[in-house]
């Protein structure tokens, strides 16, 4: 069972750029495909970004170009670096195991993500 940690969000203007941490602890990270989602405000949970066990990755049209997905193995950790940000990337970003996240379980508290001037 892994068990995640999300960290590195904040208030950034358009434009600006902010880089998120997933941090795992339990057994199994490295062989788990992971993903970032976000969540705004009256919005349903969407994925934004995945990444598999071997670093291949896939992105969410609205994010492509913008956002990379990363990970760390040796550091159980997983990044989502965001450039180029706009106001409707505001929202609350998790991430979770893509099976976990498919049955809807295991979620974190999230990091609030809000790009406004």
């Known amino acids: 069972q892994v068990q995640l940690v999300e960290s590195g969000g904040g208030l950034v203007q358009p434009g600006g750029s902010l880089r998120l941490s997933c941090a795992a602890s339990?057994?199994?990270?490295?062989?788990?495909?992971m993903g970032w989602y976000r969540q705004a405000p009256g919005k349903e949970r969407e994925r934004v970004a995945f990444?598999?066990?071997?670093?291949?990755?896939n992105y969410a049209d609205s994010v492509k170009g913008r956002f990379t997905v990363s990970r760390d193995n040796p550091k159980n950790t997983m990044y989502l670096q965001m450039n180029s940000l706009k106001p409707e990337d505001t929202a609350v970003y998790y991430c979770?195991?893509?099976?976990?996240?498919?049955?809807?379980?295991?979620w974190g508290q999230g990091t609030q993500v809000t790009v406004s001037s």
């Open positions: 339990g057994s199994g990270f490295r062989f788990n495909t």
């Open positions: 979770n195991t893509l099976l976990n996240a498919d049955q809807n379980r295991s």
């Open positions: 990444i598999t066990s071997n670093g291949l990755t």
